[in-house]
């Protein structure tokens, strides 16, 4: 039996292949620092994109995508900004925030959206 680290780890990958299909590069995958973590970090095109991975087995707790709150967001923003400070050396570059939310077998790409 898998762990829930173990399949969250499965369906990062998941939508890592499904990104690099639509054409993105994945640069890193589960970004961490003091701060949280980013699950996927991408290129597309001269775009970073900072994409939060949600998978929900059944919609009992509603859907994936509900769960990228505004904490969750702000949480995201901060990593990525770290990021863009220490691995690009400037925050003046063009991003991106997107959620890939897997709900059972369907696959929704959110893209740009939330903004900083």
Same mark, same amino acid.
């Given at each position: 039996?898998?762990?829930?680290?173990?399949?969250? !780890?499965?369906?990062?990958?998941?939508?890592? *292949?499904?990104?690099?299909? +639509?054409? @993105?590069?994945?640069? %890193? #995958?589960?970004?961490?620092?003091?701060?949280?973590?980013?699950?996927?970090?991408?290129?597309?095109?001269?775009?970073?994109?900072?994409?939060?991975?949600?998978?929900?087995?059944?919609?009992?707790? !509603?859907?994936?995508?509900?769960?990228?709150? *505004?904490?969750?967001?702000? +949480?995201? @923003?901060?990593?990525? %900004? #770290?990021?863009?400070?220490?691995?690009?050396?400037?925050?003046?570059?063009?991003?991106?925030?997107?959620?890939?939310?897997?709900?059972?077998?369907?696959?929704?790409?959110?893209?740009?959206?939330?903004?900083?």
């Amino acid at each position: 039996m898998l762990n829930k680290r173990e399949i969250g !780890g499965a369906y990062e990958k998941l939508a890592g *292949k499904f990104l690099e299909k +639509k054409g @993105l590069k994945i640069l %890193q #995958y589960n970004f961490r620092c003091r701060t949280g973590e980013i699950d996927l970090i991408a290129k597309d095109g001269a775009y970073y994109v900072f994409v939060e991975v949600k998978y929900r087995h059944t919609k009992d707790q !509603g859907w994936a995508v509900e769960a990228v709150n *505004k904490n969750k967001q702000q +949480k995201i @923003l901060r990593v990525a %900004q #770290y990021y863009l400070i220490t691995n690009v050396h400037s925050v003046d570059v063009p991003c991106r925030f997107d959620v890939l939310a897997i709900d059972g077998e369907e696959i929704t790409w959110y893209q740009d959206a939330f903004q900083l």
